[in-house]
């Protein structure tokens, strides 16, 4: 599995000449197949989440994936780690199904026919190959977040960072995008608010109030959240 690490990471926002910290000093090391972070709104879960491929850069110390310092190798880390969002109107930007994979495909398939070609078999991989030509817009909540990690997933990372991936979903779609994830080869860093689906994963940290005040097996992890959400 790959290797993440926190050393000291810390992420601070200046507003009105004030800094007010969205995650304290964390230092972990993550080399769990299946992570799950878990937390209120607002607890800092997605900020650690986004650190891990640059998204969010520590205002102080430093994060490396697989032994690379991600502030300095960020282009390197970012071929490593995909990061699927919450809402896939933020990654799906093409028209049609297959050309939206072919997009994530154009750094690593310079040749037009086996970039279709790649496409498509992704498409295939995902059970998406009938909607090939059709609209982005014109698919479903399930399917489009299918896509968008279909489209992540193409470039074949190591580590998958998803950010509460499922929260738009009705219980079906939640359920087959949730199988999906856990059965990847990928190291998976899931940030949820599904207790269920943390129950699944190796190892949970228990953000709250801009710290990982827990980090253990699920059940112990969840246990700690519900204690902390009840005051």
């Known amino acids: 599995m790959p290797?993440?690490?926190?050393?000291?990471?810390t992420v601070a926002i200046e507003t009105a000449g004030v800094d007010h910290v969205v995650l304290e000093p964390t230092t972990l090391?993550?080399?769990?197949?299946r992570i799950g972070v878990i937390g209120a709104n607002g607890s800092g879960k997605s900020t650690l989440a986004r650190l891990v491929n640059g998204l969010v850069s520590p205002t102080s110390g430093r994060v490396l994936v697989?032994?690379?310092?991600?502030?300095?190798?960020?282009?390197?880390?970012?071929r490593r780690v995909a990061f699927a969002f919450?809402?896939?109107?933020a990654q799906l930007v093409m028209p049609t199904c297959v050309e939206d994979?072919?997009?994530?495909?154009?750094?690593?398939?310079?040749?037009?026919?086996?970039?279709?070609?790649?496409?498509?078999?992704?498409?295939?991989?995902?059970?998406?190959?009938?909607?090939?030509?059709?609209s982005v817009h014109a698919l479903s909540g399930g399917q489009?977040?299918?896509?968008?990690?279909?489209?992540?997933?193409?470039?074949?990372?190591t580590i998958l960072v998803a950010d509460e991936p499922t929260t738009l979903l009705d219980l079906a779609n939640t359920r087959r995008i949730a199988?999906?994830?856990?059965?990847?080869?990928?190291?998976?860093?899931?940030?949820?608010?599904?207790?269920e689906l943390a129950r699944r994963c190796d190892r949970v940290l228990v953000v709250h109030e801009a710290?990982?005040?827990?980090?253990?097996?699920?059940?112990?992890?969840?246990?700690?959240?519900?204690?902390?959400v009840a005051g």
Not at 3 to 9: C, H, K, Q, W
Not at 106 to 118: D, L, Q, Y
């Open 86 to 89: 919450t809402d896939p109107a």
């Open 3 to 9: 290797t993440v690490e926190l050393e000291a990471a």
């Open 66 to 78: 697989d032994g690379l310092d991600v502030a300095r190798h960020g282009a390197q880390v970012r």
């Open 211 to 228: 710290r990982v005040r827990f980090d253990g097996p699920p059940d112990a992890a969840i246990g700690d959240y519900l204690a902390a």
């Open 179 to 195: 199988d999906l994830l856990f059965d990847l080869q990928q190291q998976v860093i899931l940030v949820t608010h599904d207790l």
């Open 29 to 33: 090391t993550l080399t769990e197949r």
């Open 144 to 157: 489009r977040q299918l896509l968008a990690l279909a489209g992540v997933l193409a470039v074949e990372p």
């Open 101 to 134: 994979v072919e997009l994530s495909l154009r750094r690593h398939e310079t040749h037009p026919r086996r970039r279709r070609e790649r496409a498509l078999a992704v498409l295939e991989r995902y059970g998406l190959a009938g909607h090939a030509d059709v």
